[in-house]
Nanobody, 122 residues
Framework: VQLQASGGGLVQAGGSLRLSCAAS????????LGWFRQAPGKEREFVGA???????YYGDSVKDRFTISRDNAVNTVYLQMNSLKPEDTAVYYC?????????????????WGQGTQVTVSS
């Protein structure tokens, strides 16, 4: 599976962005998909995930602001980000796991995309 993230950019605080992650490979619908982010000087942080069944999970810092979804018909997972804050500034990575991770926050995940930069100005 190859993952290609897109949709990042510069946005003002309070604004919205939608990230997309297109996947190649077969049986996309069977994969569990997630988003992580990493800000400069900080550890990688779990943002959200959607299981192959469609169950969703979110990190505490983005709950009620971000929404993860998937469209199996076009092999794409999305991250809708609303009410963005400067502290959301990071490189966002999409990821995929064949098996449901032992822990959504830590994985393991099998495949990672290249990342897309999100910058939120105050």
């Amino acid at each position: 599976v190859q993952l290609q993230a897109s949709g990042g950019g510069l946005v003002q605080a309070g604004g919205s962005l939608r990230l997309s992650c297109a996947a190649s490979g077969r049986i996309f619908s069977a994969y569990n998909l997630g988003w992580f982010r990493q800000a400069p000087g900080k550890e990688r942080e779990f943002v959200g995930a959607v299981s192959w069944r469609g169950d969703t999970y979110y990190g505490d810092s983005v709950k009620d602001r971000f929404t993860i979804s998937r469209d199996n018909a076009v092999n794409t997972v999305y991250l809708q980000m609303n009410s963005l804050k400067p502290e959301d500034t990071a490189v966002y990575y999409c990821t995929a796991a064949w098996r449901i991770p032992n822990n959504w926050y830590t994985g393991p995940y099998d495949y990672w995309g290249q990342g897309t930069q999100v910058t939120v100005s105050s």
